[in-house]
């Protein structure tokens, strides 16, 4: 897709720190895919809907908890080297 390579490029400039990629990375995937995953797997009643929708609802949860949590959290967590 042509808008990841922009996405990347800028996270890449914005957090120059591999630690704070690596987060971003690990708990976008976590958040997004486990709660479908684990859902499938275990609940027979789940639809592909539903998968989709946890999907999106996980990103989206992630993104507002990332950005007011990191606001509190940014002078411990950057200057990591």
């Keep these: 897709m042509p808008i990841v390579t922009p996405v990347s490029l800028a996270l890449a400039l914005w957090l120059q720190v591999i630690y704070n ?3 971003i990375a690990w708990s976008l995937l976590l958040v997004s895919l486990f709660a479908p995953y684990a859902a499938a797997y275990w609940w027979k009643k ?3 809907s539903g998968a989709f929708t946890a999907f999106f609802g996980g990103f989206a949860a992630w993104v507002i908890a990332y950005f007011i ?7 411990a967590n950057l200057g990591i080297v």
């Design 46 to 48: 789940a639809t592909r």
């Design 21 to 23: 990629l690596m987060v």
């Design 69 to 75: 949590h990191f606001a509190g959290t940014a002078e």
